[in-house]
């Protein structure tokens, strides 16, 4: 699982690189399968459900699963890449949110928002805790980080992170909000995809007429972000950071396998 995270997080940081005013989502989408399948591994989303893309690029009001095509980033534009790909029957799963040129500090705030809170639910992964550990400690990063910048974000209710392997979305659920000591047991080698996705409005959010792309009823701009992880006795190892986690844990004190 950690070489296909590693493929995962390799790709993300080159669409990142790409994200500039007058890419096409489907440039990028290309960009993807492309480094993917010329590194041994195959695309996770591309015909999952009949989905037709690579990956998913979600711009603006638009939360997850937005189907790459025809359109044009434009400057100011807000967009959410997710990413998933097998290797040797193993899968990896993340996503990043990244402003197309110059945003509004606020949706810069959202973004940092939606990413300490990844990093605060991965932090509290600990085998003996709980699952909903997790869910507690993104809410309340989520609360934090709003009681900071002013204002309430909305936390989708709809959707959430999940358990991965050899298949891409596999028991348990796990929710961005709820009361901690609940769920299942945290066991050694337990592997989890962490996902939060905020919105700078309302919470709620309707799938369009395409029956993927999920976007907020009030048209407000949304982040979402992803990593997958695996608990060990040493702590958890994200298997689609580049470092494995340890810069972004051990700033919150957590030990983990890559920093030891």
Do not use: K
């Amino acid at each position: 699982m950690r070489v296909a995270g590693l493929l995962v997080g390799e790709t993300l940081e080159l669409l990142r690189a790409a994200v500039v005013p007058g890419v096409t989502m489907a440039q990028l989408d290309a960009l993807a399968e492309d480094n993917i399948r010329s590194h041994g591994g195959v695309p996770s989303f591309l015909g999952y459900h009949g989905f037709t893309g690579t990956i998913c690029a979600s711009v603006n009001d638009e939360v997850v699963h937005g189907i790459p095509g025809g359109r044009v980033l434009a400057e100011g534009d807000l967009v959410s890449l997710d990413c998933g790909a097998i290797v040797d029957g193993w899968h990896g799963d993340a996503a990043i949110t990244v402003p197309v040129g110059e945003v509004p500090a606020a949706e810069l705030e959202l973004v940092r928002a939606a990413e300490d809170s990844m990093w605060r639910g991965i932090a509290a992964a600990r085998v003996g805790g709980r699952l909903t550990d997790l869910s507690s400690a993104i809410e309340d990063s989520i609360e934090a980080s709003g009681a900071a910048d002013g204002r309430e974000y909305g936390i989708v209710e709809d959707y959430g992170g999940h358990g991965i392997g050899t298949e891409m979305h596999m028991e348990p659920h796990l929710l961005n909000y709820g009361r901690p000591g609940q769920g299942p047991s945290l066991v050694a080698g337990i592997a989890l995809a962490v996902e939060p996705m905020l919105t700078l409005g309302d919470h709620r959010t309707r799938t369009l007429e395409d029956g993927w792309t999920v976007v907020t009823r009030d048209g407000s701009r949304a982040a979402h972000v992803e990593h997958t992880f695996a608990l060990t006795e040493q702590g958890p190892w994200v298997l689609t950071a580049l470092d494995g986690g340890a810069e972004r844990l051990g700033a919150l004190g957590v030990a983990t396998p890559a920093s030891l």
